[in-house]
């Protein structure tokens, strides 16, 4: 069982370079396996800052969480994962998914706002990527992307895939194609994620492979905490982002026509609306207690797990009891700003490494 922590940067901290080098480091001490960074435009380049990452720890792998395919040319894509692989004995994995959900944050030449086919794009990198990686020269045109048709100049590794999906073109493409499935979903419905995983399977099927050639790594938002209330309050930010993506409610998703609501989601309309209207999930902004108070316990539940180290044991047990296929879990921390931020982030991995510790426990002694 992997477990992954993230996201660094998130949404609306103010963390610097060092401090997230450092939550690394702290990750990498309490036994996680992985460390997420994202790459957001505008924000610490992801790949300077997977490589501090890398070059200050030892043993635990560092992923994209996610990048994309139009945020830097394929054939710098491969070269620099491979350098990264190359400096950390290879500790580097390449995350990639169609891109972020708010059309503000994908600005990027020569697409701008737009994210043309993303799952051919994303079929499309990591070919020309894994060709790079072996040495050939790589396909020069393809129907999203092109490569310069030149091999890289130095010998590499092979570098892991993984795939973020959420979206049923983009799961199948994930279990036909990575080396780890990352199921993006921000909702715990069991039917919801049965259906997922059939979505992986029937993809996995078309790339002549079945399920266990490959990880399936789940998302999970963990609200870990010594103080269980505050973890639960943290838990109503990562609970509202989570209950308007799913709802395709939010001001991107509304725009969307393919989407539709899990079978299983119960959510109800007034809460959902009141979400879209009286909070931005995109600003990073805490919620007014009329919208915190919208999200009751019992909803809570149903995408994140919050508490004490302790009480957060149980129902991620129960996840992986029902879902055996999910090799890995990946922890998504609550957005945390404001002063004494980085003390908090301290805190919350320090008890997110207590809950996978206790489940590794668990599964051994299943």
Known sequence: MQFTISDFPAKGNELGVDEIVTLCQLSESVGFDRFGITDFPFHFDCVALMTAC??????????????TPYARLADVAACAWATMAE?????????????????????????????PHPVQAVRELVDICRQMWRGEIPTIEGE???????????????VPVLIAARGPRMLQLAGEVADIVHIASPYLGRIYQ????ELITKGAQRGGRAIGDFEIDLSV????????REARKLGTLTTGAAILWMAGADEYARTRTDWQRPPDFSVPDDVVEGLATKWDMWSGEIMSPEVEALITDDILDQFTVAGTPAECVAPLVAILRDLPEVTGLRFKLPPITGAGSFERFREVIISAGEVADAVRSSERGA
């Open 221 to 228: 938002s963990l609200c870990a905490s010594s103080d269980g």
């Open 144 to 158: 999203v992307l092109r490569s310069s048709g030149m091999p890289l100049d130095f010998a590499t590794r092979p």
């Open 54 to 67: 890398l070059r200050a720890t030892d043993r635990i792998e560092v992923e994209s969480l996610v990048t």
């Open 194 to 197: 049965r259906q997922n995983i």
């Open 87 to 115: 400096l950390s004995g290879g500790r580097a994995i390449l995350g990639i998914g169609g891109g972020v959900e708010a059309p503000s944050k994908v600005w990027v030449p020569p697409w701008g706002n737009t994210r």
